[in-house]
T-cell receptor, first 115, second 112 residues
Framework: EAGVTQFPSHSVIEKGQTVTLRCDPISGHDNLYWYRRVMGKEIKFLLHFVKESKQDESGMPNNRFLAERTGGTYSTLKVQPAELEDSGVYFC?????????????FGAGSRLTVL | KQEVTQIPAALSVPEGENLVLNCSFTDSAIYNLQWFRQDPGKGLTSLLLIQSSQREQTSGRLNASLDKSSGRSTLYIAASQPGDSATYLCAVMGSSDYKLSFGAGTTVTVRA
């Protein structure tokens, strides 16, 4: 079974540019999460999809961030325009059900560097 | 708001010693607690998941305990090996929102 796949693995852009990160969850997993870790901080929740619907987007930092999950399969996270403080590692995770018994499977992360 | 603290931030031990990693959390209304391992440049690998009703979980050389009322969990790694060198993260899942709150991690170095 393929795991959670994220790309690009590393993106370097200049302030003001746009970046789109993609996450392919495990096939059949309805739940998809985005988390991020900025320098020196803990990993923080960004948002949660159930299929194609946003269940919880309370962690999205501002309206420069847009997440989509068309068709309930892969998801994209777009940052436009990127700022210096957006630099960090963006993790995607998926699970089959919303349940505390389900372990979230994390991807390797997409490292974003904004210069 | 859930706050998760991990102590120590870094740990260096000679091979063969037992490791003790601590995690504390402020809100006891949790669904479960997970311990993850992260290697440099890699994703998060789930090591152990303890449901809120459980007291401990074991997997091989790893044992994790949970005291929900006092907001504490401890990860024990027996007979450490250089391959155990990594960052270990503790995360609690909220009982109402299913969101994970992470600690900052403990970076472990096991010296050969």
């Amino acid at each position: 079974e393929a795991g959670v796949t994220q790309f690009p693995s590393h993106s370097v852009i200049e302030k003001g540019q746009t970046v789109t990160l993609r996450c392919d969850p495990i096939s059949g997993h309805d739940n998809l999460y985005w988390y991020r870790r900025v320098m020196g901080k803990e990993i923080k929740f960004l948002l949660h999809f159930v299929k194609e619907s946003k269940q919880d987007e309370s962690g999205m930092p501002n309206n420069r961030f847009l997440a989509e999950r068309t068709g309930g399969t892969y998801s994209t996270l777009k940052v436009q325009p990127a700022e210096l403080e957006d630099s960090g590692v963006y993790f995607c995770a998926s699970s089959q059900h919303i349940s505390g018994a389900n372990v979230l499977t994390f991807g390797a992360g997409s490292r974003l560097t904004v210069l | 708001k859930q706050e998760v603290t991990q102590i120590p931030a870094a740990l260096s031990v000679p091979e063969g010693e037992n490791l003790v990693l601590n995690c504390s959390f402020t809100d006891s209304a949790i669904y479960n607690l997970q311990w993850f391992r992260q290697d440099p440049g890699k994703g998060l690998t789930s090591l152990l998941l303890i449901q809120s009703s459980q007291r401990e979980q074991t997997s091989g050389r790893l044992n994790a305990s949970l005291d929900k009322s006092s907001g504490r969990s401890t990860l024990y790694i027996a007979a450490s090996q250089p391959g155990d060198s990594a960052t270990y993260l503790c995360a609690v899942m909220g009982s109402s929102d299913y969101k994970l709150s992470f600690g900052a991690g403990t970076t472990v170095t096991v010296r050969a």
